[in-house]
């Protein structure tokens, strides 16, 4: 955790981030589900395209703990015959929608008009993490768990917790039933040497990873959505959880090493 003053007024901002890039394909900032409504499967295609957030989410959080090597070290991916090596920061789009198609296959089956839920995200990790702990363990010299929800006043913390970890933070912003009301996606932009934030979408009945956390006048949540950078207000996040929803359905993926 840094701690740097950010604004001429001499606010200062704690800043939570992970160690490394995040998941990049062709330049974006983590995986978009859109990417694959063009399968030659097209109800396959569309379903992920439709309800597959929490498939890019968990699939992006093994690539970024891996450092992409699991895609070499398990062969899931083969291109004539050979074994794909995979390296430096970004990966091409055909190497990434055909590993996401073979944990989607494996792991994380997408279900029509529902998706995956929390549990079972978190049910399909510790398999995954179950069935490649050899070579998950010689990538990270770590082994991994995961559960789903966590108390609520112990959110912010373990958030925190699992980026100072460099593990990315799998959270969901609930359906809300019966509310129409969607949680406020930002841009940040840097004004008179102040940090300013503008509201540019919204949404609900999602879900998104956390790769930073921002604490000065307001906790701005740093988090990857549909391949793009955005943030949330995080007391935003709670009253639209209080309002409209419940801890249940928006909470994290929280992941731990052993």
């Known amino acids: 955790m840094k701690e740097i003053d950010k ?16 998941v990049s394909v062709g330049g974006s900032f983590g995986g978009n589900q859109s990417w694959f409504e063009t399968l030659e499967n097209k109800k396959r295609g569309e379903r992920i395209r439709d309800y597959g957030c929490g498939l890019i989410a968990v699939g992006d959080i093994i690539l970024y703990i891996t450092g992409y090597d699991i895609i070499n070290e398990t062969a899931a991916i083969k291109s004539e ?32 008009k529902m998706g995956i839920s929390g549990p079972v995200l978190s049910w399909g990790m510790n398999l995954y993490f179950w069935m490649h702990r050899k070579e998950i363990k010689k990538i990270t010299g770590s ?4 559960r789903w929800f ?50 540019v979408q919204r949404t609900k009945d999602h879900y998104m990873i956390i790769t930073g956390v921002l604490e000065g006048e307001k906790t701005m949540l740093e988090i990857s959505s549909w391949g793009t950078k955005y943030y949330i207000s995080f007391d935003e996040y709670k009253k639209y959880i209080k309002k409209c929803d419940n801890y249940l359905f928006s909470n994290i993926l929280y992941i731990k090493k052993r």
Do not use: C, W
């Open 81 to 112: 015959g050979k074994q794909t090596v995979v390296s430096g920061a970004e990966l091409d789009s055909e190497t990434y929608r055909d590993y996401i198609l073979s944990i989607e296959k494996k792991f994380f089956h997408v279900l029509p």
């Open 7 to 22: 604004t001429q007024n001499k606010t200062k901002h704690m800043i939570t981030m992970l160690s490394n890039p995040y």
């Open 150 to 199: 966590v108390r609520p006043k112990k959110l912010l913390e373990r958030i925190k917790e699992m980026l100072s970890n460099d593990i990315p933070v799998l959270f969901s912003v609930g359906p809300g039933f019966f509310h129409k009301d969607r949680l406020p996606l930002y841009n940040k932009t840097q004004e008179a040497g102040k940090l300013i934030f503008k509201p």
């Open 143 to 146: 082994k991994y768990h995961s």
